[in-house]
């Protein structure tokens, strides 16, 4: 028979920090939220939750007899300083380092999997645009909703990824946490751009996390302050308090960085087979090259692999034309680096 108690052992013991159960009511307050915030032009073009905030917000949506949710924190290991190598990296966040949705599909599978056992319908959603992930582990207790608008397990802070099970189990309910940033707002101050606009508002337009995801030009006055970013942004967790020395993510097969001058000369199959699991904006790995470009621009270069940066820069000026012009900008920045 199917408990909260059980299906929580058997959640932690599959791997996940936290699990906390709630109802299937529609997350209305979510639902308000991402209306304004998309009205107010915060979304910057998104879709994912944005595109359909009604199916987003109610569970029903994704199973009609749902009454309850069973939601699970997978853990990720928080970055560490990076390791020094003589060759520019491109800097990857932390949550990308390996297929950790993958991992928390598994662990809630397996409460499903219980669920199912008792002849329940149990389906699982994670970072789909299926349900709002962070909405629902507040409800469930899971976590709080940080002013860097994540959701922050207490005692362990935000590595986490997020996602549920759907289920026509009748649970008992969790009760909400109570939000712990207290005065701190070293989030909001520590944002490269600014784009935490007010406590848990971030708006997209400015959000480094985003704009490598977004399609189009990188916006030129966001290129310096990416840095060597080319997929995810995680300062705002980094300068996060509650999130320091969190230990429980697993050192596995990760990859924490690629090293640019051969990503860029990469071809599209050994792009793919490096990067494929990404979200790429219309699958189109010229974005995976533009970020990388602007990225280069911002690397500290020097000796033989400043010449390789300049032939690679060349071989971009005088191809598809977005590309050329984030090459040149590269270009211009590395010369205006060099000591004269
Ligand atoms: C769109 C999206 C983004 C967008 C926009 C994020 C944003 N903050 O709006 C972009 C691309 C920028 C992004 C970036 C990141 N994302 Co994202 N993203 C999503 C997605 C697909 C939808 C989120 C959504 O609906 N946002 C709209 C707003 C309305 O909802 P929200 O951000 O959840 O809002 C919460 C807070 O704002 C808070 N809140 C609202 N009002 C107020 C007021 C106050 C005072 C306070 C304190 C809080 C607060 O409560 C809301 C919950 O209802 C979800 C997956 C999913 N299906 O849910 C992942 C998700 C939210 N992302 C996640 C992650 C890991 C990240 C990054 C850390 C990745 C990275 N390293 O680059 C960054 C973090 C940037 C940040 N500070 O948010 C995780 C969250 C993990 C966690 N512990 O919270 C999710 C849940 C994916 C997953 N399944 O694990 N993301
Ligand atoms: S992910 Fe980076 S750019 Fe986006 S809000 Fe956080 S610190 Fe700012
Ligand atoms: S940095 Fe401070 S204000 Fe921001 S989420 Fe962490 S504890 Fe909350």
Known sequence: MSSTAELRRIGLAAGLTAVGFTHAE???????????RKAAGLHGGMQFTYRNPERSTTPTRILESAQS???GA???RAPDPHVST?????????Y??????????????????????????????????????????????????????????????SWFVLGAVVTDAPLEHDQPVEPACGSCRRCLDGCPTGAIIAEGVVDARRCL??????DGDFPIEFREALGTRIYGCDDCQVVCPPSRGSDVGMIGDEVTSLDLLELLTMDD??????????????????????NALVALG????????????????ASYIGSDDMLAEHARWAADQLDASTPH
């Open 269 to 290: 199959e050994a792009l793919l087979a490096a990067v494929g699991r990404w979200y790429i904006p219309k699958r189109d790995l010229r974005y995976v090259r533009r």
């Open 209 to 214: 996390a985003w704009l490598l995801q977004a």
């Open 86 to 94: 003589d060759r520019p990296q491109a800097e990857i966040a932390a």
């Open 26 to 36: 529609p997350f209305t307050e979510a639902r308000v939220t991402l209306v304004e």
């Open 96 to 157: 990308a380092w390996r297929d950790h949705y993958g991992s928390l599909k598994s662990a809630l599978g397996e409460i499903a999997a219980a669920l199912q056992a008792d002849g329940y319908t149990a389906r699982v959603v994670a970072d789909d645009n299926a349900l709002v992930d962070r909405a629902a582990a507040i409800r469930a207790g899971v976590g709080w909703a940080g002013k860097n608008s994540n959701v922050l397990v207490p005692g362990h802070g």
């Open 298 to 313: 911002n690397a500290n270069v020097s000796g033989d692999n400043r010449t390789e940066a300049m032939d690679v820069l």
């Open 74 to 76: 997978w853990p990720y």
């Open 69 to 71: 949710l069973i939601v």
